[in-house]
């Protein structure tokens, strides 16, 4: 019996840009009475279905924007009579369409961390579940990714994650309604031990796949104290001090790494913090900037954020400090007007944010959002095909249309043609040449060039272009400079690097 591992794309690339965690997660995970499982990474290439022989367990990782490829290999799977197994976000939420449309036996809802040898073992002994509850494993129970599965030559970036939950609560997002909002953090040791690992195999850019890296605030702590809740506050200063003594063993490492993180806006008023990421060579971060206005800023409960001027304050200290920001921002939301368009592109270059990117309003499943539109449209939801809309992913890739939230003044067409135009504006070849002067060399400048316009047309692909002549241009331009700029990440391998010392 073969246990197959696939993460499922209708494009694939050759190259792939960070490595999918879970796939090497639940590798991790898989007993060794079960042998080596065999990992398929779609946006490489495609899966083998000749490789799939009766009796072995196929397990498929979904995320929204992929289920409806999963389910087709799922369904292909189980007519050559394997075991299929689904999990991931899409699946935790829908485990039912798995089971309906995918040909799934079982679906794991939450962490596979514990629960998969159980999947697996009753697989076998021919007594699976209909379903599993994976649950919010404890940090402690987090399973390190096999890193030696890894292909030879085919990622830019490793991905390690150090701690899973969000204590906030933005009405886009579903990490606070999936993985929590009880920040789960990874100990020390087991962050460093995987980056150790990758290093020595040549990888020396690994995003930390964090939800948000920075989960205690000042403010945090200041209310803690002023309500003299000291169970709180000694909680919070411990996750703190932890954060700490992470950026502390980073900063040991070899000084050719690189990391990348995501985290809010609110480390900017944190000097301590800020310089302990620089010292961790946690050199850039997505920041979800998502609106330039107060009224914006409410729209998506996220308060805690700054707008105009103390927002451009607040970005350029990422900076000051030596971390690079992606930016990220929505655009249609609700008190968006035309000229927020060009208010927003102002600010990201203004603020001297080195990347951004700008996407458009979509209700994803598990949102606050996504419930308040599927309420408002209900069964009126406009179809393609026999599919409402409020199934988006469940139409065939080629007709599916980009999903937007509805707004009171501007048309999904509108809104789409304003924000393909700040894409071109932020990524004009002038623009991104100035902010090249980030990099010291020549020859960076033209690494940075070339790493902007990569990411630019990888962009236009999954995110907002709809007319599949530049969707397909993009795609080509993104298959022809993925290669040469994997070379640009690559490091020699440092096969005897040792783990610091803890301190
Ligand atoms: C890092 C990250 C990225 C990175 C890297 C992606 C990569 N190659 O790995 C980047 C920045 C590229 C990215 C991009 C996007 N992302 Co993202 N990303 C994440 C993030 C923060 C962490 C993912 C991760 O590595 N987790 C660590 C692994 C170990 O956890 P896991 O994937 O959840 O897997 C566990 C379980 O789910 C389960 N499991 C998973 N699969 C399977 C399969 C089986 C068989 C079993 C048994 C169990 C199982 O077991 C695993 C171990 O416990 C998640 C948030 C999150 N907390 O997951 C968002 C998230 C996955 N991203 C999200 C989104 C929306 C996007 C984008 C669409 C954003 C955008 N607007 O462009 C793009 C889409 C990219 C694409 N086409 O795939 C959403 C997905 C929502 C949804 N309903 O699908 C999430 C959940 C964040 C959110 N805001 O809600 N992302
Ligand atoms: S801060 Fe980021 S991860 Fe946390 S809920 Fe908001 S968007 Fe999601």
Not at 459 to 473: C, E, F, L, P, Q
């Given at each position: 019996m073969t246990v197959h591992i696939v993460n499922p794309s209708h494009l694939s690339f050759g190259v792939g840009v960070i490595t999918p965690r879970w796939l090497f997660v639940l590798a991790g995970a898989t007993p060794a009475e079960f042998g080596t499982p065999r990992i398929t990474d779609e946006t490489l290439e495609q899966f083998d279905m000749n490789t799939v022989a009766s009796g072995d367990v196929v397990g498929i990782g979904i995320h929204t924007g992929n289920a409806l490829r999963g389910y087709e290999i799922g369904t292909l799977a189980r007519a050559r009579g394997a075991t299929v197994v689904y999990g991931g976000i899409h699946a935790t939420l829908y485990p039912d369409e798995a089971r309906d449309l995918g040909g799934a036996h079982a679906v794991v809802r939450g962490d596979g961390d514990v629960v998969w040898p159980q999947v697996l073992r009753e697989a076998k002994a021919g007594m699976l579940q209909?379903?599993?509850?994976?649950?919010?494993?404890?940090?402690?129970?987090?399973?390190?990714?096999?890193?030696?599965?890894?292909?030879?030559?085919?990622?830019?970036w490793g991905s390690v994650q150090t701690v899973r939950g969000c204590p906030k609560h933005c009405s886009f997002c579903s990490v606070w309604r999936t993985d929590g909002q009880k920040p789960r953090q990874r100990t020390v040791d087991a962050v460093i031990g995987e980056i150790v690992e990758l290093r020595r195999r040549g990888y020396r850019f690994v995003a930390l796949a964090d939800d948000n890296f920075y989960p205690v605030t000042l403010t945090d702590i200041a209310m803690a104290?002023?309500?003299?809740?000291?169970?709180?506050?000694?909680?919070?200063?411990?996750?703190?001090a932890e954060r700490f003594e992470l950026m502390k063993r980073l900063a040991q490492l070899p000084r050719d790494m690189c990391f990348f993180t995501q985290i809010t806006m609110e480390a900017a008023e944190d000097p301590e913090f800020l310089a302990a990421m620089k010292k961790a060579h946690i050199l850039g971060a997505l920041v979800g900037v998502e609106s330039v206005t107060k009224e914006g800023l409410k729209d998506v409960y996220k308060g805690f954020n700054e707008a105009g001027d103390d927002l451009i304050i607040r970005l350029r200290k990422f900076r000051e400090a030596g971390v690079h920001v992606l930016g990220s921002f929505i655009f249609g939301l609700p008190s968006d007007r035309p000229a927020t368009f060009k208010s927003t592109q102002d600010v990201a270059q203004a603020a001297g944010v080195t990347f951004a990117q700008f996407v458009m309003l979509t209700p994803y499943p598990g949102t606050v959002d996504f419930e308040a539109w599927e309420k408002r449209v209900g069964a009126d939801a406009p179809r393609v095909g026999d599919i409402p809309i409020t199934r988006h992913w469940l139409i065939p890739q080629d007709q599916r249309p980009k999903v937007y939230a509805p707004h009171p003044v501007m048309s999904p067409d509108e809104i789409r043609q304003r924000t393909q135009a700040v894409w071109d504006g932020f990524y004009s070849l002038?623009?991104?040449?100035?902010?090249?002067?980030?990099?010291?060399?020549?020859?960076?400048?033209?690494?940075?060039v070339l790493i902007s316009k990569l990411y630019r047309q990888m962009?236009?692909?999954?995110?907002?272009?709809?007319?599949?002549?530049?969707?397909?241009?993009a795609n080509q331009w993104a298959r022809m400079i993925a290669k040469p700029c994997r070379r640009l990440f690559t490091a020699q391998p440092m096969p005897n690097l040792q783990v610091p010392m803890q301190s």
């Open positions: 209909r379903q599993y509850e994976g649950g919010r494993v404890d940090a402690s129970s987090f399973v390190p990714a096999r890193w030696e599965l890894l292909p030879e030559g085919r990622y830019m104290k002023r309500q003299n809740n000291e169970a709180r506050l000694s909680e919070l200063t411990a996750l703190r002038p623009n991104i040449w100035e902010r090249s002067k980030c990099t010291p060399t020549l020859k960076s400048r033209l690494a940075f962009y236009a692909n999954t995110g907002i272009a709809t007319d599949s002549a530049r969707v397909n241009r």
